[in-house]
């Protein structure tokens, strides 16, 4: 069975039992002052503008509630919905290919880009890409793929990791910025500016006159997506700086990569999410670019258009009845931003490209629990509950978490690369180690703790103990663990971190 | 096996647990949300529109038919262009009073991106536009030519028709579009806040947009 790997350029590769477990990267994350002021800055800026935005539509309970259902929908009829994809995409003049996992990915597109004879790529900020290491795989082809996203630019002149889906660069004040501009932008192409400063709009500028030489003479553009239209065979990217209307239309050649679980049903869908998804994640309430294309259009555009289908782990996920509602997420980033853990350990301790409370479900179900990094995820939260109730697409985070402690702890039935497999408790195993350190930090940094509990009191009435309505057929047969009403500490005490729940 | 084959096997094994459900998507997703928030007239959502535009830091302009090339020309010789993009079928009455000497650039698929970069600015029609969000949705019609003209110049001119293009809600405005034309939805100039969450308008799109709603009442 191979590792799913999802992408960590800079440290051991995160399938490494090299990697440190949660707690042992989120110790050095709060000693260091300057992350902590940025993650602080950033994530409390961010967090009252959504509130804000949020607040702007009256209907938003019912906009979200409608957003599980299409997702769930969805995934309850993936295999169908893909076909639909493939044939949508095939009729509007795309190629669709499909990949197992991310080995199959970064073939499929090194290969496309060499049969175009180009050595050099303009990517679009994409989360499947960086997931599956697509740039280091091409680099290693001899193919160059330059990062257009000014905070993606900024992780690879640093030679850094992204540590936000959002602001990937949210650890970096404008300070570093400008020293890695300075210092690293002629080895990659136009260098910075003469005196350039740390104002944001100098270093704006410094990015777009580095980056324009590129997009000019671009041949291949590759990009995610946010939303595949299984009727119309539709891609929509969602952006701000232009840099995706630039990959997305001037090369000749266009290749996106897209998880199984970015598709939605119908036209009518992106009515939903295109007022969800901006408030959620820049809490704009439209964000200033959103790009649409089926297939290719004549004289408009690139006239070769490839459309990858990534699995990666996401069909594992969806065998999990509980874990499975992961796969709903819009990867708007709100529960980052309003996650007490997050702000205090940062983006780089999850061990993957997906940090904060959706890194804590989805990696560890994407690549399994055999790692002490994937074993402490699901113990790296306080349960307070705030992801779950800004989640736009109302995925019970706590609810999951709790599943997957009690995976972790007790061992069970889970699939990996398609087959059913049983995991062994942790217990007595340095997974076990691991997780309980985990669960030590986050309930002892009081800030977190406290933040959690309070929160926690308010959402107890928001969790369910079984889903009503058409989400039954999730749940038929089956009740939800419960999250424990008592508080966070007293839970821990009495069932030492879950361990004991399952008894 | 192929990998096709592999994905779609795996997604159906992995829903073998969930119980067989034939319900038509209309009636599997409920949609009680509302299709536009608050009920304006006509000149209530144009002001809404106004309002969302510059908020996110577009020039609003507003004109009647008749007004229309006047303000066009002064806008281009107030931003200094020397020379425009000009999509096949704007209507020619809206250049009719620009300085000839603002050089004509046609949109054509010959162009290369170095050239379109040399052009100061494009002036456009629009498919539609939002007046909740303060959006302008382009359709590639002839009036708005191929994505890039609009994408490279660091000034773009867009006409919405009042109240003819404006809508209320994205809802709305999904009921008038057309899926298989490559769509571009605008609000306000390019911006990012990646650097400390400090937006700065203007990165790799055009960093001025000036919206010019023109009265037309014809619709
Ligand atoms: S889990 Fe929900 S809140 Fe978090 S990124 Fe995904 S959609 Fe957004």
Redesign the interface.
């Known amino acids: 069975m191979s590792t799913t790997y999802l992408g960590m350029p800079a440290l051991p590769a995160p399938g490494d039992r090299a990697f440190p477990s949660f707690p042992q990267a989120a110790h050095a994350a709060v000693r260091d002052t300057t992350l902590r002021g940025n993650l602080r800055h950033a994530t409390h800026t961010i967090r009252a503008k959504r509130a804000k935005a949020v607040a702007e539509v009256s209907d938003w309970a019912q906009l979200r509630e409608a957003g599980r259902r299409i997702k769930d929908h969805t995934l309850r009829h993936l295999d169908r919905y893909l076909v639909q994809v493939e044939e949508a995409v095939t009729a509007a003049g795309g190629t669709v290919h499909w990949a197992a996992n991310a080995a199959e990915a970064n073939r499929i597109v090194a290969d496309l880009v060499k049969a175009t004879g180009e050595r050099e790529v303009v990517k679009v900020k994409s989360m499947a890409t960086q997931e599956i290491g697509l740039n280091e795989a091409l680099q290693a082809e001899g193919i160059r793929a330059y990062e257009t996203d000014l905070a993606e630019l900024i992780v690879q002149l640093g030679k850094d990791r992204p540590s936000h889906i959002l602001v990937p660069a949210i650890h970096r004040n404008r300070g570093e910025i400008r020293d890695i501009f300075r210092s690293e932008m002629s080895a990659w192409g136009r260098p910075a500016p003469e005196g350039l400063t740390d104002t944001p709009a100098e270093l704006a500028e410094a990015a777009r006159l580095h980056l324009r030489e590129k997009f000019l003479r671009a041949k291949v553009g590759i990009s995610g997506a946010n939303f595949v239209v299984a009727e119309t065979g539709t891609l929509v990217v969602v952006e701000s700086e232009g840099n995706g209307r630039m990959c997305l239309t001037l090369p000749e050649t266009l290749i996106s990569v897209v998880g199984i679980e970015k598709i939605v049903p119908t036209w009518r869908d992106l009515e939903v999410f295109l007022q969800t998804l901006p408030r959620s994640s820049t809490a704009e309430r439209m964000n200033p670019y959103t790009s649409m294309w089926t297939g290719t259009t004549d004289g408009d555009g690139p006239s070769t258009f490839h459309l990858v289908l990534l699995d990666n782990g996401r069909t594992d996920t969806l065998a999990d009845q509980v874990g499975r509602q992961a796969l709903r997420c819009i990867r708007c980033s709100a529960c980052l931003n309003v996650c007490p853990v997050y702000e205090r350990a940062g983006g780089h301790a999850y061990g993957s490209v997906y940090p904060g409370p959706i890194g804590a479900i989805l990696s560890p179900q994407l690549r399994g629990t055999a790692t002490d990094i994937d074993a402490s995820l699901p113990y790296a939260s306080s349960l307070c509950g705030a992801c779950y109730e800004v989640c736009p697409v109302a995925i019970d985070i706590p609810e999951v978490l709790v599943h997957l402690r009690e995976r972790v702890a007790e061992g069970g039935t889970a699939t990996r690369g398609g087959n059913k497999v049983v995991l062994r408790p942790a217990k007595g195993h340095a997974a076990e180690r691991a997780a309980m350190r985990a669960a030590r930090w986050a309930f002892t940094h009081p800030g977190a703790l406290a933040a959690g509990q309070r929160l926690a009191s308010r959402t107890r009435r928001f969790h369910p103990r079984a889903l009503p309505g058409p989400g039954r057929a999730w749940s038929a047969g089956r009740d939800l663990p419960a999250v424990p009403a008592e508080p966070f500490r007293d839970w821990w005490q009495r069932t030492r971190g879950g361990k004991d729940e399952a008894k | 096996m192929?990998?096709?084959e592999?994905?779609?096997?795996?997604?159906?094994?992995?829903?073998a647990?969930?119980?067989p459900?034939d319900?038509p998507?209309e009636e599997?997703?409920?949609?009680?949300?509302?299709r536009r928030?608050g009920d304006r007239d006509v000149a209530g959502t144009a002001d809404l529109l106004a309002a969302?535009l510059a908020d996110?830091r577009a020039v609003v302009h507003r004109s009647d038919t008749a007004g229309l090339p006047g303000l066009i020309a002064h806008l281009l010789a107030q931003r200094g262009s020397a020379s425009v993009l000009v999509p096949p079928g704007l209507d020619p009455a809206w250049l009719a009073d620009t300085d000839t000497d603002i050089t004509r650039v046609a949109d054509r698929?010959e162009s290369?991106?170095?050239e379109l970069?040399r052009v100061d600015s494009v002036v456009t029609g629009c498919a539609v536009a939002?007046a909740?969000?303060?959006?302008i949705v382009l359709d590639?019609s002839p009036d708005q030519g191929?994505?890039?003209i609009t994408?490279?110049p660091d000034h773009h001119i867009c006409v919405v028709r009042v109240p003819g293009q404006v809508v209320s809600s994205?809802?709305e405005a999904?009921e008038r579009l057309t899926?298989?034309?490559?769509?571009?939805?605008?609000?306000?100039?390019?911006?990012?806040?990646?650097?400390?969450?400090?937006r700065?308008e203007?990165?790799?799109?055009?960093r001025t947009l000036e919206v010019v709603l023109a009265e037309d009442g014809d619709g």
């Not at chain 2, 909740?132 to 959006?135: D, K």
């Not at chain 2, 203007?202 to 055009?206: N, S």
């Open positions: 192929s990998s096709r592999r994905i779609l096997g795996r997604v159906r094994r992995a829903l647990d969930v119980p459900d319900t998507y599997a997703v409920p949609r009680p949300y509302l928030h969302n996110y698929a290369t991106p170095g970069d939002i909740e969000t303060g959006t590639g191929r994505r890039r994408l490279i994205v809802p999904l899926p298989s034309r490559p769509l571009t939805w605008i609000s306000g100039p390019s911006a990012t806040s990646d650097i400390e969450l400090d700065v203007g990165v790799h799109g055009p």
